[in-house]
């Protein structure tokens, strides 16, 4: 039978971005410069963030593998329970996936940057950036009991998911020695609802950091030359990082609480130095 896809109303951002800023004369000689600046930047709404409506996109099932004879094997005799199952086409369900009210990510910015006019048409000056990207667009397990009762899918206190300690060998993989830590996992309880159903919005607890402290040596255009050189000090770091399926909201960092154990730290394209020279 030929199926039409409805036609649905998904969801638009309106967003204010406010910057504000100024530069000061420090000495009052025309050659030094203070300047500070907050801004807000909103992402813009990405089709990826909602393609997965799209009865044509592909989707995958799966599963947990038991496998009961300890053959290294799937076979016939192994156990399998359905963990996530891919959806028919003609029962996608906007309500059921994404959060028609979510807002826009956005970053705030932060910089404060001292200038100086050394002659000759060259400045140098050294600036302080701090930005904090929040309300990350992202999937989440929600078991489809809905957006007020999603954390249960990947909360640390979700009653579906149960903590357990271990003893970690470390690096080494030897018992009983010096890089041995305490560590745990999480472990889901038989009384969850089981099947995965992944929902779109923001998630509160999602967050990107970048600082950096620039130092930046600028010789305009004269005498039929120019050069720009600058060296970044930095560090981003948070819990979310910032690659391809990362950025469009489809990572695993909300999937089970299992993704919140040591989540905080550097990101993957973290660069912690820089230099560059162009001339």
């Known amino acids: 039978a030929d199926y039409q896809n409805p036609e649905m109303d998904v969801m638009s951002w309106e967003n204010f971005s406010p910057r504000l800023g100024f530069a000061y004369d420090l000495f009052g000689d025309n050659k030094t410069s203070l300047r500070a600046s907050w801004s807000r930047y909103h992402e813009t709404l990405l089709i990826e963030y909602f393609s997965r409506l799209n009865p ?7 599963w947990y593998w038991t496998d009961t004879n300890d053959n290294l094997f799937p076979d016939d005799e192994d156990k399998y329970d359905l ?3 891919a959806q028919n086409p003609s029962d996608i369900d906007l309500e059921k996936n994404l959060d028609k009210e979510a807002t826009a990510p956005y970053t705030d910015e932060f910089a404060l940057g ?18 904090h990207n929040r309300n990350l667009f992202e999937n989440f397990n929600d ?9 249960k899918g990947y909360s640390p206190e979700s009653p579906f998911w149960e903590k357990f300690e271990f003893q970690d060998p470390g690096d080494d993989g030897v018992f009983g020695t010096d890089d041995d830590i305490r560590s745990y996992c999480y472990a889901e309880t038989n009384d969850s609802p089981g099947i995965r159903n992944f929902y779109y919005s923001n998630v509160e607890l999602s967050f990107r950091k970048y600082t950096a402290l620039q130092l930046v040596l600028n010789k305009r255009m ?7 050189a600058s060296l970044v000090w930095s560090k981003a770091w948070g819990n979310v990082n910032g690659s391809f399926e990362e950025s469009m909201g489809d990572s695993n960092a909300f999937n089970t609480p ?3 154990i040591y989540a905080d730290g550097r990101l993957d394209y973290d660069r912690p130095l820089i230099i560059k020279i162009q001339s």
């Open 143 to 151: 078991y489809g009991l809905g957006l007020n009762e999603a954390w």
């Open 258 to 260: 299992n993704s919140f």
């Open 83 to 85: 963990l996530e199952a």
């Open 222 to 228: 004269s005498h039929q030359w120019q050069m720009l």
């Open 56 to 62: 044509l996109y592909p989707q995958t099932s799966e």
């Open 114 to 131: 001292i200038e100086r006019d050394l002659g000759n048409d060259l400045t140098t000056g050294l600036i302080f950036i701090y930005r």
